[in-house]
Nanobody
Framework: QVQLVESGGGSVQAGGSLRLSCAAF???????????LGWFRQAPGKEREGVAA???????RYADSVKGRFTISKDSAENTLYLQMNALKPEDTAMYYC??????????????????????WGRGTQVTVSS
């Protein structure tokens, strides 16, 4: 059974930093595994949106709104996904979710534009940025 568990959220002032982690259980994503991982976020009253994604070869994708501020990375040996968030803004406030592509599907290009590309989701970790 696949389980994704996020951690690292919290409350920070604008300009601050946070590092989110997502521990994967029952799911591995080493090089050549064909599995993509992503971070999405959802603010109250808004649709869930992609933030960053990373492919099996480590290639990253970012939403325009976070380029240059956020960095996605993964530790395949530890089965953990990370999101380093710097220069945080109040508009980054949201629940952040970790996502993973399906085990039976071979993911070649990670995407931040569609939730449908991901089969597994964590429960989220809250990030609040105050001005």
């Amino acid at each position: 059974q696949v389980q994704l568990v996020e951690s690292g959220g919290g409350s920070v002032q604008a300009g601050g930093s946070l590092r989110l982690s997502c521990a994967a259980f029952g799911y591995s994503f080493g090089f050549g595994s064909g599995r993509c991982l992503g971070w999405f976020r959802q603010a109250p009253g808004k649709e869930r949106e992609g933030v960053a994604a990373i492919g099996t070869d480590g290639s990253p994708r970012y939403a325009d709104s976070v380029k240059g501020r956020f960095t996605i990375s993964k530790d395949s040996a530890e089965n953990t996904l990370y999101l380093q968030m710097n220069a945080l803004k109040p508009e980054d406030t949201a629940m952040y979710y970790c996502a993973a592509s399906g085990i039976g599907a071979y993911c070649t290009v990670p995407t931040v534009t569609s939730t449908l590309a991901y089969a597994y989701w964590g429960r989220g970790t809250q990030v609040t940025v105050s001005s």
